[in-house]
């Protein structure tokens, strides 16, 4: 999963460079719920893993 937000991040920043603001936001944009998305995805598992002890 971090490989896909490094993925749109780079997009992202590709593209603001070369002034395509609206493909920017829309990768930044992907980029964050992907990441917002694996830390809930980590928090859940490093609780699961301490309840299970």
């Known amino acids: 999963m971090l490989r896909w937000i490094v993925i749109f991040l780079v997009i992202a920043i590709i593209a603001a460079i070369f002034g395509f603001g609206g493909i920017a936001e829309g990768a930044a944009g992907i980029a964050k719920i992907i990441f917002y998305i694996f830390i809930v995805l980590l928090v859940i598992s490093l609780l699961s893993s ?4």
């Open 50 to 53: 301490l309840f299970r002890r």
